[in-house]
């Protein structure tokens, strides 16, 4: 997808979302890293866009606790891991599943799927406190 597609779907309202600028193991790294990382995909997104995320997701599914406490300081409103499922009343709002719609795993059938699958009953950031 490109700049100006993403430009686009950001000014009719789409929520954007990013996975830092490396797409390293964020596991892996120090807190500095990880800062530096989000910072560098954060500022190319709004020289780019004009735009900073609002939506997070860990590359390769990958988070820890330490990992989460780091990406809310960023003011994300949630970010999601590749574990499967349903967002429910309750969840972590910073450790939010999805489903795989890739090429490699995915067709029409597959996504009327998800699309039918019943909803959580909560909308997302619905009930977050703010702050």
Known sequence: ??????????????VIGTL???YRHLVSL????????????NQRFMD???????????????YSA???KIITRYR??????????????GADYF??????LVESYSNMARFQT???????GDRLGADRPSG
């Open 66 to 68: 330490d990992l989460q």
């Open 20 to 22: 830092g600028a490396s």
């Open 114 to 120: 998800v699309v039918d699958t019943p909803p959580s």
């Open 76 to 89: 994300y409103s949630a970010a999601f891991g590749q574990h499967l499922g349903v967002i429910y009343p």
């Open 48 to 62: 780019k866009i004009g735009i900073i995320p609002e939506l997070f997701a860990y590359p390769f599914g990958e």
């Open 30 to 41: 120090n807190e500095s890293e990880v800062a530096a990382d989000i910072a560098q995909a």
């Open 95 to 100: 450790a939010l599943p999805r489903y795989p």
């Open 1 to 14: 997808m490109s700049w100006d597609q993403l430009r686009e779907l950001s000014s009719s309202g789409v």
